[in-house]
């Protein structure tokens, strides 16, 4: 992500850490051998509808955590959005309309996800190293979760819920200094008690659940690398080991999300496509926006239609934040809802 003109501290302790994804420049350990293979089919997505424009206080949008209600409506975040701007967005897939759903003075949320446990709107606050949860029309705002967590403070990128509603956090500490500080961390449905499943990563990021929830795909910005975290009966990391490689180029690993035939979609920042691998780490496609369409330097997640194939992707740059839509190579599952 570019540096981010400031215009008042005000602003400046709400976005100075939103370097958040994109400011790696370490291409990784090449004594690392898991590789992906071959490049796979080129998936074409089109233009849905535009959500925002580029914020003069902050000098730019990224939209994070698309994720669908019960009602088939999708939700997505604006990072940078200012305070008054909509932080929290509503869209009507079918009608492409959308409407504010939230906004304070302080929150940079990077993802949004409903629980299977309370049926509530969780978000991450970056900046804050905070959770905050809001009721399903935005309204009732409380802080889920906030503090030290092991003696240091969070930088709670995306999340992702078991089953029974506790939730998993990639926390990318170490991005801004560049230094492989980065954890995992479980926190217990209540809030109560935050544990550390693994840490010394490099900035992670995307966080999902693989389809029997036997383990954790992780994305390592920094590394552009997927990381496997298979999981003990009772939650605990069991085993650890890097599963693929991504050949991103000037591109780095973003949000991942999980269908129900097992596929990852790795969203890339510092290039407006995703590239989805099978389970074995090969590449079957990629996702890419029309070659016309200039302005945009990241696609960042992706939701696909609970039950269907119809995927909707956050889009966003000098041009604004986008919603493009393309066909899914499986249906969507709670793992390809948000994060």
């Known amino acids: 992500m570019r540096r981010l003109p400031i215009r008042s501290l005000a602003v400046l302790a709400t976005v100075s850490m939103l370097t958040l994804t994109g400011c790696g420049t370490d291409t990784g350990d090449p004594s ?10 080129t998936i074409h997505a089109q233009k849905v ?21 019960e009602n088939g409506d999708l939700f997505v975040v604006d990072v940078t959005a200012p305070a008054g701007e909509p932080k929290v967005i509503r869209v009507n897939v079918e009608k492409k309309t959308s409407r504010a759903v939230h906004t304070d003075g302080r929150g940079a949320y990077t ?34 979760f906030s503090g030290k967590v092991d003696g240091a403070q969070m930088n709670p990128d995306d999340i992702a819920f078991d089953k029974e509603g506790n939730l998993y956090v990639s926390d990318s500490r170490g991005l801004s200094e560049g230094e492989a500080h980065g954890r995992v961390a479980r926190i217990d449905r209540d809030g109560k008690k935050a544990t550390v499943l693994a840490e010394e990563l490099a900035s ?21 690398r997927i ?10 990391v069991a085993s650890q080991h890097t599963a693929i490689r991504v050949d991103g180029g000037i591109a780095q690993t973003d949000s991942i999300a999980v269908d129900a035939d097992g596929n990852l979609y790795q969203a890339l920042h510092g290039r407006p496509a995703m590239v989805v691998y099978n389970q074995h780490g090969e590449r079957l496609a990629t996702v890419e926006i029309p070659a016309r369409a200039e302005g945009f330097e ?26 493009y839509t393309f066909d899914a190579l499986a249906e969507g599952i709670r793992q390809s809802n948000g994060g």
């Open 32 to 41: 690392d051998t898991a590789a992906s293979t071959g490049t796979g089919r």
């Open 49 to 69: 509808m535009q959500l925002t424009q580029v914020h003069e206080e902050t000098g730019m949008t990224l939209l994070e955590g698309p994720t669908f209600d």
């Open 111 to 144: 993802s949004a996800q409903f629980s299977p446990y309370d049926g509530r709107l969780y978000l991450t606050d970056y900046a804050h190293g905070e959770i905050v949860s809001l009721a399903p029309d935005g309204s009732d705002p409380r802080t889920f």
């Open 204 to 224: 992670t990021n995307g966080i999902s659940f693989d389809v029997d929830y036997r383990g954790l795909w992780i994305s390592e910005l920094t590394q552009n």
């Open 227 to 236: 990381s496997y975290l298979r999981l003990g009966a009772k939650g605990e």
């Open 298 to 323: 990241s696609a960042t997640n992706v939701a696909i239609t609970p039950g269907g194939t119809t995927a909707y992707m956050t889009v966003s740059g000098p041009a604004g934040g986008y919603l």
